[in-house]
């Protein structure tokens, strides 16, 4: 069992940073990938970024690939996003989750836990 908890989501200006955290619970977390997730009101939600077990690869879609940064630490249970050159269509509520990578491109997350989400807000 994994519990996570996100946190460090606000209001930003278009061009700005923001930095998410999600912190972990379980002895377990180290086993399993670990992503992020958003959802836009209407909208589905969609996969943003992920990151091996170890750490060693990171994966990303295309809307964020170049200004997002997804990192864990194992030893501290922790797994963070930061958020670069921020626009108004990245404002959604941000969810952590853990699970497995699925290595049919684009590379995705499959999710088992989930954590309750963060807003993020972009004005313009």
């Known amino acids: 069992q994994v519990q996570l908890v996100e946190s460090g989501g606000g209001l930003v200006q278009a061009g700005g940073s923001l930095r998410l955290s999600c912190a972990a619970s379980g002895r377990t977390f180290s086993n399993y990938g670990v992503g992020w997730f958003r959802q836009a009101p209407g909208k589905e939600r969609e996969f943003v970024a992920a990151i091996t077990r170890s750490g060693g690869s990171t994966y990303y879609s295309e809307s964020v690939k170049g200004r997002f940064t997804i990192s864990r630490d194992n030893a501290k249970n922790t797994v963070s996003l930061q958020m670069n050159s921020l626009k108004p269509e990245d404002t959604a509520v941000y969810y952590c989750?853990?699970?497995?990578?699925?290595?049919?491109?684009?590379?995705?997350?499959?999710?088992?836990?989930w954590g309750q989400g963060t807003q993020v807000t972009v004005s313009s």
């Open positions: 989750a853990s699970g497995d990578l699925v290595y049919v491109p684009p590379v995705t997350l499959r999710p088992t836990y």
